[in-house]
């Protein structure tokens, strides 16, 4: 089968299941909105996200025997953009398992409920504490937590809200949030033993009850982020206590069961240790609310400033009215028509996990913990870190097009943690910070970049910074890996991941080259654009991949493409997914393939070549062919065509990542891999849109094919992008000709200075792919000249 028919093939199938989907309404999740439904705050659902895929065909090998499926690992828990807290729900007890490799604190399968948190603070809310659980009768102290069954016909989702009832207790639980503080109503079924326990983790620390409303606590430092919005806290109850006590883990390692195990001490008002919490007893009537509200900061004064700044009463309708109002605000501003129920729910749905970070640690003029755990004030809007490797390489773009003075806050943040650690932040893995910067930079956000550059610049030249195996690399150009022994194999869990590492790093050295062109700092322009290349010397010409080298420079043998790596030569992606991790220079790696057509039929089979490797990579899923669109090494391969004269195969696999990819579970909520904080829903809501930004450092966006007949994007500086796309449909998916400013556009791509004062895009769509924007002049740039 030809790839063309291949594709033609595989239209029918998604056709098919778009006639189905359409039946989807993508409902609002709530009794409440459903009078409301055509506005975009309605159409967000927050649980989108928390489902995995249930396909065969689109979930690779994945997971291994005894683990869960990935999923999004989003949170439909209530917060506000960048919320500095989040009051969610917990059904994963993460402190018994961590079957994920980050704690998040819900999976839309799991049957039963163990607690709801509000605090703030870690990127996956599993480990944000104290944690809150009503009860009627019966209960155990944590970490073995009292679990309820829970009905999913009566779970609820909107932006700023959450509701779910408990079965096993007749409790409805609601959870509302502003900014600093999260807000919990528990309607009881009457009963004398109504219990609201609240615990803190396995970290520990301090709890204490103050008279007959109110717990506050401390909670121990460990060096992490996971204390970020203050290790203070402090939870006031609606209705006083009728009695209380306190619980602890047994002091020692003791792990055994029964006697000795647990601590508890009725009647008493503080304690310290592991799991430390209280037990809180009400009588109460049939419909019953009991309310409590939380808030954190780095004293107790602070945490209570907020409390009576941000949520002075108990008017919980109220505070989720502002919320709700906080977040309509923002989805607003973009506005689309067309396309089906389902793909306007998923496109704000993933618009709204697009703000889900970075997180506010501290709002002007409050009290916050910096780097080096001193006490500051801070003199902005304090942001906490950008995951770098995750959402830099596109929802940072998101942000810059629709929050500019919020990204000049996320980089004077960034700025100053970098000035309290001495290097800028990393982000697990590559050094993108410059993304960030430059793409601002070339945005027109206003900044004093020469500060930042000089940070970007210490990590991208100091040995001893976060860069790492940096003098290895700036010596031989390239990184080096060692065969693990004792690892399984595949995939390989050992390693310094040399491959990927020398890719990200040359990507990173011409975002720096570029932006200390525009600094006018010549040398180092130079010195940075020369290690851009560098990107060649781990990309074998004899086998046509990029693959592992051992010290001594020798080829890595024996190599599979299709073996998904975790650390050694790859970084969690195959040899086929790491080959595309090119952005800056896409025109030198169709001229090392062999040019235009070696490099399409490349491209093709990657797309179509069957996944079938030993060794399993956990969250790579999401498959097409060999790609893998639930990990973030290979999310711009789709775009790839727009440089090599095929922008119809882009067009196509956009819109078959976007129908196949997100919501084609039984419960519609499904995502592939995770969505690390953003990263995967903003590709979802830029790409149904018609556009993505291959490369962030650059101010280029590659035209996809947009769901929606007319999208209407309002821009920070009050300016629209408009994009009409005529005669679009499922079938017609493909553009055939297209104007600009009502100007006739030719290329595949445009400039951010072409959108920047408003624009309108309009694209006339049909059936069948045509040669529109594949000429050799309208390839987008790249390092390499055309």
């Known amino acids: 089968m030809t790839v063309r028919s291949q594709f033609?093939?595989?239209?029918v199938r998604r056709l098919a299941l778009l006639t189905t989907a359409a039946a989807l309404l993508g409902a609002p999740v709530s009794a409440q909105d459903r009078t409301r439904s055509t506005q975009p705050v309605d159409l967000a659902n927050p649980l989108v996200g928390t489902a995995p895929l249930d396909r065969p065909e689109l979930i690779g090998n994945a997971p291994p025997a005894g683990e869960p499926l990935y999923s999004g690992l989003t949170s439909p828990g209530a917060r506000l953009p960048h919320s500095a807290v989040e009051a969610a729900p917990i059904n994963s007890n993460v402190e018994l398992s961590y079957p994920w490799g980050v704690a998040t604190p819900y999976y839309y399968t799991n049957p039963t409920m163990i607690g709801f948190t509000g605090g703030g603070g870690p990127t996956y809310g599993a480990r944000a504490t104290p944690t809150l659980m009503p009860i009627v009768g019966d209960w155990t102290v944590p970490p073995v937590y009292t679990e309820a069954y829970y009905d999913k016909a009566r779970e609820t989702a909107s932006p700023g809200y959450y509701s779910v009832f408990l079965d096993t207790f007749k409790t409805k639980v609601e959870l509302t949030a502003t900014q600093a503080t999260s807000l919990m109503r528990f309607t009881f079924p009457a009963t004398e033993r109504a219990h609201v326990i609240l615990n803190l983790q396995g970290r520990g620390g301090s709890v204490e009850i103050v008279g007959d409303r109110t717990v506050r606590g401390v909670i121990t430092g460990r060096g992490d982020k996971d204390t970020r919005d203050g290790r203070y806290f402090v939870a006031e109850f609606s209705k006083p206590f009728k009695r209380f006590g306190t619980f602890r883990k047994s002091p020692g390692t003791n792990r055994g069961y029964g006697i000795g195990d647990k601590d508890v001490q009725p009647d008493t008002r503080s304690i310290e240790g592991g799991f430390a919490g209280s037990y809180l007893d009400f009588t109460t009537k049939a419909g019953e609310a009991v309310l409590v509200k939380i808030a954190h900061g780095a004293s107790y004064e602070g945490a209570e400033a907020r409390l009576r700044a941000e949520s002075p009463g108990w008017d919980f309708d109220g505070i989720r009215g502002k919320a709700r109002a906080e977040w309509a605000k923002l989805l607003d501003r973009v506005q689309v028509s067309g396309g089906t129920p389902k793909q306007r729910m998923l496109f704000y749905s993933t618009l709204f996990q697009s703000?889900?970070?970075?997180?506010?640690?501290?709002r002007k003029g409050e009290a916050f913990t910096d780097g080096n755990g001193k006490t500051q004030t801070a003199g902005y809007d304090r942001y906490g870190p950008v995951p770098f490797w995750d959402t830099g390489r596109n929802q940072i773009v998101l942000l810059e097009l629709m929050e500019p003075e919020v990204v000049r806050d996320i980089m004077q943040s960034e700025l100053d943690m970098a000035r309290e650690r001495g290097f800028m932040n990393t982000s697990f893995h590559?050094?993108?910070?410059?993304?960030?910067?430059?793409?601002?930079?070339?945005?027109?956000?206003?900044?004093?970049y020469e500060a930042a550059y000089a940070f970007l610049r210490k990590n991208a030249t100091d040995p001893k910074g976060p860069r790492d195996f940096l003098a290895e690399y700036d010596k031989q150009g390239w990184i080096s890996d060692e065969i693990p022994k004792g690892n399984p194999s595949p995939p390989y869990a050992g390693g310094k991941a040399g491959v990927a590492k020398t890719m990200e790093y040359a990507w990173d050295d011409h975002a720096m080259a570029e932006m200390a062109e525009r600094l006018g700092k010549r040398a180092d322009a130079q010195l940075f654009r020369k290690r851009a290349g560098n990107w060649r010397n781990v990309f074998d010409r004899s086998i046509g991949f990029v693959r592992g080298r051992t010290a001594d420079g020798k080829w890595i043998s024996p190599f599979d493409p299709a073996e998904p790596y975790y650390n050694f030569m790859m970084k969690e992606a195959s040899g086929w997914s790491t080959l595309w991790l090119v952005p800056h220079d896409v025109q030198g790696l169709i001229d090392a393939l062999g040019g235009r057509t070696a490099f399409n039929a490349k491209l093709d089979e990657f797309f179509t070549k069957p996944y079938n490797p030993t060794g399993i990579c956990r969250d790579c899923t999401g498959m097409i062919g060999q790609y893998v669109h639930g990990n973030q090494p290979d999310q711009q391969?789709?775009?790839?065509?727009?440089?090599?004269g095929q922008p119809w195969k882009?067009?196509?696999?956009?819109?078959?990542?976007l129908d196949d990819l997100y919501g084609s579970d039984a419960s519609g909520y499904g995502y592939s891999g995770m969505d690390d904080q953003g990263a995967?829903?903003?590709?979802?809501?830029m790409a149904a849109l018609g556009f993505y930004p291959v490369d962030p450092s650059s101010d280029e966006y590659i035209i996809a094919s947009p769901l929606f007949d007319r999208s209407v994007l309002q821009m920070g500086n009050n300016k629209t992008l408009e994009i009409t796309a005529r005669n679009n449909s499922a079938k017609n998916l493909y553009i055939q000709s297209a104007t600009l400013n009502g100007r006739a556009w030719t290329k595949p791509w445009f400039r951010h200075a072409d959108i920047a004062n408003g624009a309108k895009l309009v694209l006339t769509?049909?059936?069948?792919?045509?040669?529109?924007?594949?000429?050799?002049?309208?390839?987008?740039?790249?390092?390499?000249?055309h």
Do not use: C, H
């Open 650 to 657: 882009t067009q196509e696999l956009s819109r078959r990542v």
């Open 8 to 11: 033609a093939s595989n239209m």
């Open 637 to 644: 391969a789709p775009f790839l065509y727009a440089w090599s």
């Open 765 to 785: 769509m049909g059936p069948k792919p045509s040669n529109w924007g594949g000429a050799p002049g309208d390839a987008p740039p790249s390092m390499t000249r």
């Open 430 to 448: 590559a050094d993108n910070a410059v993304f960030l910067y430059l793409g601002a930079m070339r945005r027109g956000i206003a900044f004093d």
């Open 680 to 685: 995967t829903s903003s590709w979802y809501a």
């Open 355 to 362: 703000f889900a970070s970075p997180r506010l640690v501290a």
